[in-house]
């Protein structure tokens, strides 16, 4: 089976642009959730979708949203940027009948 | 709120030896999963081990164990016989089993394992 995949891998946005990154699951997993992971703050919980629905939520401001799709494929989408949204963004997927999370090689965002 | 702390920021082994990291939680949920995940310099999270809060006995997998002390609220990782490929940041994380996909990480173990 193909592992999670995440595009792109990097990317280079400037302050008050905005950006969307793409996670595909692991096929059959239909929940996946989002990370950031910052020096400062480590790795913090975004959100989680599952079945196209978003069904827990981090305490990141409204600039930080989120969709799934019917295939559950996901997308995060962060307007406004600011230079502290510079971070590796990781995304997971999951199935219900097994507790852990798969996770994707990251997409490593820099705002300048 | 649940959180996990890691009280070694860093760490460091011989190849072969073996070296204890550790982990404890505060919850007030009964039913929820302990997890160990590895991230190498490429920075991709790989899964080591999960423990499931009623199960007493510890979970192994190959090189890797776990000491799970639930009333302590413990849950420290044991890698014997250590390789260099084994260098990396360790992340403890907590789930409730209730509560979706939420993991609530520790601010990791960097373990180095010198040759």
């Known amino acids: 089976k193909a592992g999670v995949t995440q595009t792109p891998r990097y990317l280079i946005k400037t302050r008050g642009q905005q950006v969307t990154l793409s996670c595909s699951p692991i096929?059959?997993?239909?929940?996946v959730s989002w990370y950031q992971q910052t020096p400062g703050q480590g790795l913090q919980f975004l959100f989680e979708?599952?079945?196209?629905?978003?069904?827990n939520k981090g305490n990141f401001p409204g600039r930080f949203s989120g969709r799934q799709f019917s295939n559950s494929r996901s997308e995060m989408n962060v307007s406004t940027l600011e230079l502290g949204d510079s971070a590796l963004y990781l995304c997971a997927s999951s199935s219900p009948a097994i507790g852990e999370q798969y996770f994707g090689p990251g997409t490593r965002l820099t705002v300048t | 709120a649940q959180t996990v702390t890691q009280s070694q920021p860093e760490m460091s082994v011989q190849e072969a030896e073996t070296v204890t990291l550790s982990c404890t939680y505060d919850t007030s949920e009964n039913n929820y999963y302990l997890f160990w995940y590895k991230q190498p310099p490429s920075r991709q999270m790989i899964l080591v081990i999960r423990?499931?809060?009623?199960?007493?006995q510890n979970a192994t997998e190959n090189r890797f164990s776990v000491n799970f002390q639930k009333a302590a609220k413990s849950f420290s990782l044991k890698i014997s016989d250590s390789q260099l490929g084994d260098t990396a940041m360790y992340f403890c994380a907590f789930r409730r089993v209730e509560y979706g996909n939420k993991l609530v990480f520790g601010a990791g173990t960097i373990l180095r394992v010198k040759s």
């Open positions: 423990q499931e809060a009623y199960k007493q």
């Open positions: 979708y599952f079945s196209e629905t978003q069904r």
């Open positions: 096929s059959g997993h239909r929940s």
